[in-house]
């Protein structure tokens, strides 16, 4: 069992940038891939990033490519989602999700944890 939080969201104007935190409680934090996903008004939750258990492999959605970079702290229990040049159409909630494997994966439907999200807005 893991629980997770997320941190980090707010209001930046387009072209900035922020970084989005989510800690895991519990004591096998690296043996969890962990993936972002994100859900704007009126559509649904799309993948946006994701990483495997040691950091070793990550995997990004084409619309934050060059963009975004995932990575994270096992000894923090923590993963990072550092979002640069933001654009209006990347406002949405934020989410982190565990899954109980090595690799990342796209869908959502295949992590187990989910946290609460973070709300990210971007004024154009």
């Known amino acids: 069992q893991v629980q997770l939080v997320e941190s980090g969201g707010g209001l930046v104007q387009a072209g900035g940038s922020l970084r989005l935190s989510c800690a895991a409680s519990?004591?096998?934090?690296?043996?969890?891939?962990m993936g972002w996903f994100r859900q704007a008004p009126g559509k649904e939750r799309e993948f946006v990033a994701a990483i495997s258990w040691r950091g070793g492999n990550t995997y990004y959605a084409d619309s934050v490519k060059g963009r975004f970079t995932v990575s994270r702290d096992n000894a923090k229990n923590t993963v990072y989602l550092q979002m640069n040049s933001l654009k209006p159409e990347d406002t949405a909630v934020y989410y982190c999700?565990?899954?109980?494997?090595?690799?990342?994966?796209?869908?959502?439907?295949?992590?187990?944890?989910w946290g609460q999200g973070t709300q990210v807005t971007v004024s154009s």
């Open positions: 999700a565990a899954r109980t494997s090595y690799s990342g994966t796209y869908y959502s439907n295949e992590y187990h944890y």
């Open positions: 519990g004591r096998t934090f690296s043996s969890y891939a």
